[in-house]
T-cell receptor, first 113, second 114 residues
Framework: GENVEQHPSTLSVQEGDSAVIKCTYS??????FPWYKQELGKRPQLIID?????GEKKDQRIAVTLNKTAKHFSLHITETQPEDSAVYFC????????????FGTGTRLKVLA | GAGVSQSPSNKVTEKGKDVELRCDPI?????LYWYRQSLGQGLEFLIY????????KSGLPSDRFSAERTGGSVSTLTIQRTQQEDSAVYLC????????????FGQGTRLTVV
């Protein structure tokens, strides 16, 4: 079945440094890749997404890149701040004809002040 | 409503009892998803409803789990004969149909089986 792998599981960076989280997906028909941020005790919320016809997308300090050939996509956070500390989930939307989202296992990001 | 609403927010039940968890999606959203999040873990897919199509139940962990969606709106996730390993946060999400559309999550139901 569909699978999304996410690395690393935990990541600690100094405030101001960059953070990179990587995901790979198994279903080559996947065409939409959102990233969610979940703060402690709260619901996951979308922070950025990318579609399969685009290689890169940027929104202020956050960017996502997609390599369809390799079935890889990555989240890049620059100039990290303490409020970026959270769990980040990548997801891939399932095979053509269904809009099921398969999530990665999450990355716990800690930004050290 | 303004967002996805789930009830109850917390549920403590005795092992062996049945529980029902409710999800009220955003009005007009035809896609509805249930996920399970165990403590400190990821989002485990359970079931997906899309319009009037047969639901994708491929993530349900056992036949003790079932879900229905009435009238294309409210959904109920039922767990029969609860076990301690069922303890988790159950998250519901909804989205419009179509490509590249955001799934919005509810606040979740924290289920504790004692």
């Amino acid at each position: 079945g569909e699978n999304v792998e996410q690395h690393p599981s935990t990541l600690s960076v100094q405030e101001g440094d960059s953070a990179v989280i990587k995901c790979t997906y198994s279903d080559s028909a996947s065409n939409y890749f959102p990233w969610y941020k979940q703060e402690l005790g709260k619901r996951p919320q979308l922070i950025i997404d990318i579609r399969s016809n685009v290689g890169e997308k940027k929104d202020q300090r956050i960017a996502v890149t997609l390599n369809k050939t390799a079935k890889h996509f990555s989240l890049h956070i620059t100039e990290t701040q303490p409020e970026d500390s959270a769990v980040y989930f990548c997801a891939a939307r399932g095979a053509s004809g269904t809009y099921k989202y398969i999530f990665g296992t999450g990355t716990r990001l800690k930004v050290l002040a | 409503g303004a967002g996805v609403s789930q009830s109850p927010s917390n549920k403590v039940t005795e092992k062996g009892k049945d529980v029902e968890l409710r999800c009220d999606p955003i009005s007009g959203h035809t896609a509805l998803y249930w996920y399970r999040q165990s403590l400190g873990q990821g989002l485990e897919f359970l079931i997906y409803f899309q319009g009037n199509s047969a639901p994708d139940k491929s993530g349900l962990p056992s036949d003790r789990f079932s879900a229905e969606r009435t009238g294309g709106s409210v959904s109920t996730l039922t767990i029969q004969r609860t076990q301690q390993e069922d303890s988790a946060v159950y998250l519901c999400a909804s989205s419009l149909a179509g490509q590249g559309l955001e799934a919005f999550f509810g606040q979740g139901t924290r289920l504790t089986v004692v």
